[in-house]
DNA sequence: ACAAAATGTCAGCGTACGGCGACAATCATA
DNA sequence: TATGATTGTCGCCGTACGCTGACATTTTGT
């Protein structure tokens, strides 16, 4: 049951629902994750400039699991762009 | 091609290995992530402290994407951890 | 060998983060 | 309805983040 992470708000809907499908209060996360409960309240309202580490942390204590993959191949401008700067450097390099 | 990421280091060295893999420079990435190239050096160095929302933007302009899912199951403690504090919750509700 | 490109590192600046205590508002339950 | 639990929000404080410019060091390419 994996849920892709697009967005800082998938991200904090996901930790949300978990601590309450775990029966978690915010504080009792919080002090399993080592941060503050009104740190927990903020993040999971969608607050982007989180900490990473501590947001790890969180993950950790609701054992959830984060896995990065690439996604080429799904995307139809990124090589594209990338082509086009490659191409610009090399020609100004070849100038 | 999934890689699980358990730990900063472990994010730092996907990010860092993709980038060179696509043929970026840092200061490419960054131009395309919003954030400075010296931001890019220092995330993939290991800085445990970085804002979520440029790790976010710098995965995405590297076609990288997360996914979240729970490792119930795999790990031993968590869950009779969990026990305990639920039960000692009810317990305390009951009385 | 040398030059250009890339990366590492430093310092200054302004903004804001995380923890804390506290209180308001909301939710759950008896 | 009343009460306790939970969550939202505020303000203070000290620390440090991200950007920038700059320079040192390393790597790459010829």
């Known amino acids: 049951?994996?849920?892709?992470?697009t967005s800082i708000r998938d991200l904090a809907a996901s930790v949300r629902g978990r601590r309450?499908?775990?029966?978690?209060?915010?504080?009792q996360l919080a002090g399993r994750a080592h941060v503050?409960?009104?740190w927990v309240g903020q993040?999971?309202?969608?607050?982007?400039?989180?900490?990473?580490?501590?947001?790890?942390?969180?993950?950790?204590?609701?054992?959830?699991?984060?896995?990065?993959?690439?996604?080429d191949g799904d995307r139809r401008?990124?090589?594209s762009a990338i082509d086009l700067d490659a191409l610009l450097d090399e020609h100004r390099r070849e100038r």
Not at 1 to 5: D, E, L, N, P, R
């Open 1 to 5: 049951m994996a849920t892709s992470i």
């Open 36 to 38: 503050s409960r009104q």
């Open 77 to 79: 401008e990124p090589s």
């Open 20 to 27: 309450r499908s775990l029966g978690l209060s915010q504080a």
């Open 43 to 71: 993040f999971e309202a969608g607050r982007p400039t989180a900490e990473l580490r501590l947001v790890l942390q969180v993950l950790e204590a609701l054992d959830l699991r984060l896995t990065l993959d690439e996604r």
